[in-house]
């Protein structure tokens, strides 16, 4: 199967949307401020965001604090108080561990990885939907190490599922890697070394 240039979808949608009066809602799924960095400066002009943290996957509950802390305080010095608004669902690890019963040995980046990846994007598009969203979309395609055909596959099935469209992505593309962690080092953000979930933890830390 042809990859698709998922970058180049999403400029599509942004060269429409340039001309519109009023700015499309976007419900935007965010695991953590660094991934956020580069996507809201990308999509702040162009959308009212409000944001998603929804990360069962995360541990330990310490962790799941910690990064939302920095990302309530990069919204806060980056000067979107006010512009962005978070929704944030309690701590809930057992949602994530039973998702993955069975998968605990699967390699990282594998079948459990992209049923995380559809865990929280169902949310995301669920949400969306009962509040009246235009889009919804992750920041999770900006990670070098997270499938972005996979996410994109899954967002599609989703929008169709829920009625609502997807913002299809690749933002690491163009650069989006680099300057998200270009404004990580500028607004001294912490940037963890796993993803969020046990299993995929150094045993170092654990």
């Not at 695991?31 to 409000?50: E, G, R, W």
């Not at 979107?80 to 309690?90: N, Q, R, S």
Request: charged share 30%; with cysteine; net charge neutral.
């Amino acid at each position: 199967m042809q990859k698709i240039n998922y970058q180049i979808e999403l400029e599509k949608t942004l060269k429409e949307l340039e001309n519109q009066n009023k700015k499309p809602s976007l419900l935007l799924h965010v695991c953590c401020a660094p991934c956020s960095s580069y996507v809201l400066d990308y999509l702040k002009d162009l959308f009212d965001i409000t944001i998603d943290y929804y990360n069962p996957n995360i541990y330990p509950e310490s962790e799941f604090d910690y990064r939302l802390k920095e990302l309530n305080r990069f919204i806060e010095e980056f000067g979107l108080k006010g512009k962005v608004t978070i929704l944030k669902k309690d701590y809930d690890p057992n949602v994530f561990f039973d998702m993955a019963k069975g998968l605990e040995d699967v390699r990282e980046g594998g079948e459990r990885c992209f049923k995380c990846y559809e865990l929280r994007l169902r949310h995301t598009a669920e949400i969306a939907q009962k509040l009246g969203y235009d889009y919804f979309t992750t920041t999770l395609s900006i990670s070098p190490l997270k499938n972005a055909q996979k996410l994109n596959e899954i967002g599609k099935a989703l929008s169709e599922e829920f009625d609502i469209k997807y913002l299809y992505s690749d933002f690491k593309k163009k650069n989006g890697y680099k300057q998200s962690i270009e404004l990580s080092k500028q607004y001294n953000l912490y940037r963890q070394n796993y993803c969020g979930c046990i299993y995929s933890k150094p045993s170092s830390l654990n």
